[in-house]
Structure formats: structure tokens, C-alpha cells
């Protein structure tokens, strides 16, 4: 039949039946990304048990604050209290933070120190609660006994595995027929849920807890793992803060804040940043004031994928699944997410009692978060 330009939407006479066009390939919508768990990559070993656990170590801390609002006049007052006594030894070189006073420690009652005001011909300064005193190390007597010995004790640390489980139930029918778009409806299926589960997985691993009692689970109680948020105690930030930059908006002091107060406080190589659309819009938005184009530039790029600090170069991840009122700082070498020994996901064909195939998808995982105060997060910031 010769082309005439116009469309045939009918099977008229004398004319053969239309076949349906339809695409060979299956359009999803629905998001099922991973990227944080794509940025963490593989693990490098199994969890051996239900509750994985690790052991975590520290160094003595050189650090302490002043606990003594009665200090009166740094001439004459050569005592005060601290937080914590244990932390120091006679000899140490003690400073306060933001202070040009040396002082020697000279003696030490449960939490009260006497100290050398004004040590090394330092000029003596008013002391205030709370502030925080750096220790600078220990001089030792010429020919004195050994020092007591001191160390840290190492922690043991665990999270729960939580099993993730589909089930996948296709019709004999279903089976036998040819299908629009696949091969094989019982793969098509095993594969819609899987990207279902592993969604799944990855934003547990960020937003997930456990149960307050019986975290084990039994009978009656599902056992869940512990996500990165509810990980975090020590590097906390909130725009109500003391001391953090002021504002609710994301900004550029703020992450410099916490990259550079997480380095103080301990060795950790942040090199992930972790954030839902809104505040990466906001990251995107650092350097649009120093932007230039040429001329002849017809492409406007408004994107930031690493940012790189004095205390680090951080991939930016944006995961759907963060918080948006938050941003996450972490080292990805201390975080992995396992899969119990044996339990990685996997498909357990199951009896049919009837006209039908049916199955279940399993997998058992954990997330494994060493040294929570390498890592860090702000939360409450603005979304609107």
C-alpha cells in the first residue's frame, strides 16, 4: 500500500489487523538511587553474628576545662578546679585556650590543681568557667622514679543486623504468557523488589534505630540496626548553638565550623558530605557570586561536587533519603555496611500450594560506624 502521509487507527476492510506498538522496555519512576552506599563502596568482610561488634581505642586526652566559678585574682589565687583531675600530672605545662599564661602544675587534690602562675615569664590572666585548658606535656625530674602508669581502656562497640525481606508471587498464567517489555515476569519481579530492598537499606543505614529494650528482638520485637544519625553524639551542631556561625541558612562558615571541629577532636579524614536537595542547592550556591562566563559560553553551570577545605577534600553525595534539615560529615574508611555471613541478599524459592511461583527476597545487614566522633552533623538548619 502506497504511503499517503496519514495515520491508519483502524482495521478497516481489505486491510490487515494493526499490531500494538508498545516499547520493549519498562519506564520506573519511582527513585531507588543508592548513592551513598554506591560512595561507601563494597565491604571488605561479613558480620560473623546478629550483634556485630568492633573495638575502638583512644589516646589519653590533653584536653580539660576549668570547673571553678569562684577564681578571683590571678596574682594571688594558684589554685582552681577542673573537670576532670585524672587527666594531669605534676610537671604538666598547662595552658588555657586562647591565653598567652603558661602555668606549671605543681600539685593535685582529686580535681583541684596548684599551679606556677605566670610560668616562663608569662604575664598571669583571668581564668573563667568552663574554658578549656590545653595540656602541653610533662617535665620530668632528672634521675626521678617512673610515672604512674596511665591508659585508656579500648571499648567495645557493636550494631544489630536487620534482616530486609520481599515477597515475590507470580501466577502460573503469567508465567506461561508473553509479556510487554521483559522476558520473564518472575526475573522482572525479583528485580523491582530488590531495588525496593536496597533503597530500603540505604536509608535505614542513615535514618534506622533500634528498639529500646530487647535491641536482640525476639517473638515480639523486630531487630533493627542503629543508623548514622543515631550514631552521633559528640559532633552535634545546631544554629542555636554557642559559638557556631549565626543563622539558620547554609553557608560556607558553618561547614568550615564542623569540618574544622571535628579535626580538632580527633584524627579523622572527613571526606564525604552527605545532604538532601535543598541544602545541596545551597553548597551549589557558595561560589555563584565569584562566577564568570565568556562570551561565547552557552552553558551555565551551577553545580559543586567536591569541596575541598583546609581540613579536607569532601565529595558532596546528595541522597534523597537525608534529612533535609541536615548535614552529614563522615569518613567513609570508618564506615561499612555488612551483610551477615552467608545472608547478603539472595532469592529462596518457596513451596506453591496452587497455580503460582512464589518466593522471597532476604538480606540480613548491619552498619558498622567506628569512632563516632571522626564523623559529624548539623541539624535544624532552614528549608524553605
Known amino acids: ?23 520493549d522496555l519498562v519506564g520506573i519512576v519511582s527513585p531507588y538511587e543508592t548513592p551513598l552506599l554506591d560512595a561507601l563502596c563494597n565491604p571488605l568482610r561479613e558480620a560473623r553474628s546478629t550483634h556485630h561488634e568492633w573495638l575502638e581505642d583512644e589516646l589519653l586526652p590533653n584536653k580539660d576545662a576549668v570547673n571553678d566559678s569562684t577564681y578571683t585574682d590571678p596574682d594571688v589565687d594558684t589554685t582552681f578546679v577542673v573537670d576532670h583531675g585524672s587527666r594531669f600530672r605534676i610537671g604538666d605545662q598547662i595552658q588555657i585556650e586562647g591565653s598567652k599564661e603558661l602555668m606549671l602544675v605543681t600539685g593535685i587534690s582529686t580535681n583541684t590543681l596548684t599551679v606556677v602562675r605566670g610560668y616562663a615569664g608569662t604575664t598571669a590572666e583571668d581564668l573563667g568557667d568552663n574554658q578549656i585548658i590545653n595540656i602541653l606535656g610533662n617535665a620530668g625530674l632528672e634521675g626521678d622514679n617512673k610515672p604512674d602508669a596511665r591508659f585508656a581502656n579500648r571499648a567495645r562497640k557493636g550494631n544489630y543486623t536487620q534482616i530486609f525481606a520481599a515477597a515475590v508471587e507470580v501466577s502460573g498464567t503469567d508465567m506461561a504468557a508473553s509479556q510487554l517489555g521483559l522476558a520473564d515476569e518472575m526475573d522482572y519481579q525479583k528485580q523491582e523488589r530488590l531495588r525496593e530492598l536496597i533503597r530500603d537499606l540505604e536509608n535505614t543505614v542513615i535514618n534506622g534505630g533500634q528498639p529500646a529494650s530487647n535491641p536482640q528482638g525476639g517473638d515480639a520485637v523486630r531487630r533493627s540496626m542503629k543508623g548514622i544519625i543515631r550514631h ?20 560556607e562558615d558553618k561547614i568550615n565550623y564542623v569540618l574544622r571541629r571535628i579535626w580538632e577532636n580527633s584524627n579523622s579524614n572527613v571526606d564525604l558530605i552527605v545532604v538532601g536537595g535543598f541544602q545541596k542547592r545551597k553548597i551549589n550556591a557558595f561560589c555563584g557570586d565569584s562566577r564568570t562566563y565568556g562570551a561565547q559560553d552557552t552553558t551555565f553551570t551551577n553545580m559543586i561536587g567536591i569541596y575541598e577545605s583546609d581540613f579536607g577534600v ?15 560529615f563522615l569518613d567513609s574508611s570508618r564506615i561499612s555496611v555488612l551483610p551477615l555471613a552467608g545472608r547478603s541478599f539472595y532469592f529462596k524459592p518457596l513451596a506453591s500450594s496452587g497455580d503460582y511461583e512464589c518466593g522471597e527476597l532476604i538480606g540480613e545487614y548491619t552498619l558498622e560506624l567506628k569512632n563516632e566522633a571522626a564523623h559529624g552533623i548539623i541539624r535544624n538548619l532552614s528549608v524553605s
Open 1 to 23: 500500500m502506497a504511503f499517503t502521509g496519514k495515520a491508519t487507527y483502524s482495521a478497516g476492510k481489505n486491510l490487515p489487523e494493526l499490531a500494538e506498538d508498545v516499547s
Open 232 to 251: 552521633l553524639t559528640s559532633n552535634v551542631f545546631h544554629p542555636t548553638d554557642a559559638g557556631f556561625p549565626s543563622g539558620t541558612n547554609l553557608d
Open 314 to 328: 569532601c565529595r558532596i553525595v546528595t541522597s534523597r533519603w537525608a534529612p533535609q534539615d541536615s548535614v552529614l
